[in-house]
């Protein structure tokens, strides 16, 4: 019932831009902090950039600068605006839904990922 779906990874030369979105389905998006996470090959998956129903955004340091997180509650979305890109950014790109905390535990949702891979 719960989706995540990504779109608009792919592959884009150094210092490229790349616009991710993803739509949500199955809940009440306004109540769900959303997030982009990456993970690269050998590597654990990390946090990218977060944002709130409030909305206040947070952002790794490795991206802060170059890439911009936003939401729209009308449509269901959240998007990550990636520039400046190098390849130190190729990942799989995966779309993440956390709800409010109830008896200490909360619902968390994720997408299928999208890849981006930079590369001259």
């Known amino acids: 019932q719960v989706q995540l779906v990504e779109s608009g990874g792919g592959l884009v030369r150094p210092g490229g831009s790349l616009r991710l979105s993803c739509a949500a389905s199955?809940?009440?998006?306004?109540?769900?902090?959303m997030g982009w996470y990456r993970q690269a090959p050998g590597k654990q998956r990390e946090l990218v950039a977060s944002?709130?129903?409030?909305?206040?955004?947070t952002y790794a340091n490795s991206v802060k600068g170059r890439f911009t997180i936003s939401r729209d509650n009308d449509k269901n979305t959240v998007y990550l605006q990636m520039n400046n890109l190098s390849p130190e950014d190729t990942a799989v790109y995966y779309c993440?839904?956390?709800?409010?905390?109830?008896?200490?535990?909360?619902?968390?949702?994720w997408g299928q990922g999208t890849q981006v891979t930079v590369s001259s």
């Open positions: 993440n839904a956390e709800g409010r905390y109830v008896w200490n535990r909360r619902n968390t949702y």
């Open positions: 199955g809940i009440i998006f306004s109540n769900y902090a």
């Open positions: 944002i709130s129903s409030g909305p206040t955004t």
